[in-house]
């Protein structure tokens, strides 16, 4: 492990309270330490406000230049977060006077509820989920305040869920005004995220009100929400540290009635092989004691070993590395593949290799009974919508 990885993990840890390996104190940094290396891991793994906390309690400072550039990164987040907190009041509001349910999910809701503070955690989008069957109604009523569907395809409209499209879990907005994006999730996108069916209407029932300074914001409880963190880590490969430290503090909460009941909703949803991988690689980095009924809760016939060290190979670049072709072919076969029960998950794990881009199919539109013919197709459109996107670029840059 690299050095100045090392210490973002161990000050990050001390600032979050966590129990670290190594010393949590340290007034001088080892010879050849890259201290912008450094602070570039703190911004790619959205932990910059936590690392520069963690870097005063133990008593290290950084040269003037790079300690006033994340300096700067975190003042620049601190104002996202505020117009987060803003919109996230404004449109649950929104929708609720349309009789819509919704709840904020992720960053904003997981700093509130592990941290006990909605400015403690980074987050740079605001993430909703909604009980609806399907986003695409609400596209108009989000527009009317100003927020515009920019990945609602011609496709979804023409071909709903159709089997053999590729199906994005959520839709995106964005607002002229706002420098960060809004994630709709419909009900099959939370069942998406958790890989099960799930009572979504539970769900909503046992919501609570966040008290945010920009008002109540409705939420999970954190026992639902917590699945839900440990699902999308597992679906990224836990490749950034700001999703880690989210599951060391929830495994580090001295809350024995929440584990037990998170532990509860983990066998229920059939997720323990993800949580066994999630703890394991939380004290890869933390030595975290489990609580009980976590540690019941993590029974896996199969072994995790290769899965835990892809994922850790992944944090250790920041996932800068997870799309490339090795990558994408080791996240099937060593990481995705253990974590599956049997062979008809792993054989439908497989077809979605073979399922069609929405951006081939807007590449050349074709009636529903020819679909398929894309498969065969694809590298070709996959050339085609590049080249197209590239003449894009380069005439909004000519003006």
Request: with cysteine; aromatic share 8%.
């Amino acid at each position: 492990m690299k050095p100045e990885f090392e210490l973002l993990i161990r000050c990050c840890g001390i600032a979050r309270n966590l129990p670290v390996f190594g010393s949590p104190t340290q007034t001088t940094l080892p010879n050849g330490f890259d201290q912008d290396l450094f602070a570039n891991m703190a911004v790619q793994h959205k932990v910059v406000a936590i690392a520069l906390a963690g870097l005063r309690k133990m008593g290290i400072a950084l040269k003037p230049s790079v300690a006033g550039t994340l300096k700067a990164h975190a003042m620049r987040n601190r104002l996202v977060w505020e117009f987060i907190l803003e919109e996230a009041h404004a449109v649950t509001q929104a929708l609720k006077n349309e009789g819509i349910p919704a709840l904020v999910l992720k960053g904003l809701a997981s700093s509130s509820e592990l941290y006990g503070d909605p400015y403690i955690r980074e987050f740079n989008d605001l993430d909703i989920l909604v009980n609806l069957p399907d986003v695409g109604p609400m596209i108009s009523l989000l527009a009317v305040h100003g927020w515009m569907a920019s990945d609602y395809r011609k496709v979804d409209l023409m071909f709903g869920r159709s089997s053999l499209v590729q199906q994005g879990h959520h839709v995106t907005f964005w607002k002229e005004s706002r420098l960060f994006r809004m994630d709709i999730y419909d009900r099959i996108g939370w069942e998406h995220e958790l890989f099960r069916r799930d009572d979504i209407d539970a769900i909503f029932g046992r919501a609570i009100v966040l008290d945010t300074p920009a008002g109540g914001i409705p939420a999970p409880i954190l026992a639902d929400h917590a699945p839900l963190i440990v699902a999308h880590g597992i679906q990224h490969a836990w490749c950034l540290l700001h999703w880690l430290l989210d599951a060391a503090a929830l495994l580090a909460l001295k809350d024995q009635s929440l584990h037990r009941t998170f532990a509860a909703r983990s066998r229920s949803l059939d997720m323990q092989c993800q949580l066994k991988l999630t703890c394991d690689l939380v004290r890869r980095l933390y030595p975290i004691d489990l609580p009980p009924a976590i540690e019941s809760s993590t029974f896996c016939v199969q072994g995790l070993d290769k899965a835990v060290d892809f994922a850790y190979a992944q944090l250790k670049t920041g996932g800068r590395e997870i799309s490339s072709i090795r990558n994408i072919l080791a996240f099937q076969y060593r990481y995705s593949f253990p974590l599956l029960r049997n062979s008809s998950e792993k054989a439908a794990s497989l077809f979605q290799l073979l399922k069609i881009p929405p951006q081939d199919m807007e590449t050349m539109l074709l009636p529903r009974r020819l679909v398929f013919l894309h498969i065969p197709l694809r590298p070709f459109l996959f050339v085609s919508w590049r080249i197209k996107r590239r003449r894009e670029k380069q005439a909004v840059l000519n003006g």
